[in-house]
Nanobody, 122 residues
């Protein structure tokens, strides 16, 4: 599967963005999906994941209550709605796909999209 992330940009602290990740192919519904981020000089950090059905979602503690992951299998797209953004959310955001469950480990994901940059100004 090929993944194309979009929706990043510059936003003030407290603002909102919605990231999208469009998948190619007809088997999108067979993949569990994740969002990760990477700030300069840091490793990939798990942000959120969603099961292939969309019924189960998981978040890193730092984004709980602010970010929402969702998917539309009919549109082959996964979303990350980000509210109440903070400067520490600044990073390149990546979507990824796996058959191994909606897990947090980047190493479990087989397919990655390119990053979309989110910059939150204070």
């Amino acid at each position: 599967v090929q993944l194309q992330a979009s929706g990043g940009g510059l936003v003030q602290a407290g603002g909102s963005l919605r990231l999208s990740c469009a998948a190619s192919g007809r088997t999108f519904s067979g993949y569990d999906m994740g969002w990760f981020r990477q700030a300069p000089g840091k490793e990939h950090e798990f942000v959120a994941s969603i099961s292939r059905s969309g019924r189960s979602t998981y978040y890193v503690d730092s984004v709980k209550g602010r970010f929402t992951i969702s998917r539309d299998n009919a549109k082959n797209t996964v979303y990350l709605r980000m509210n109440s953004l903070k400067p520490e959310d600044t990073a390149d955001y990546y979507c990824a796909a796996t058959h191994r469950g909606a897990v947090a480990a980047p190493s479990a994901y087989d397919y990655w999209g390119q990053g979309t940059l989110v910059t939150v100004s204070s």
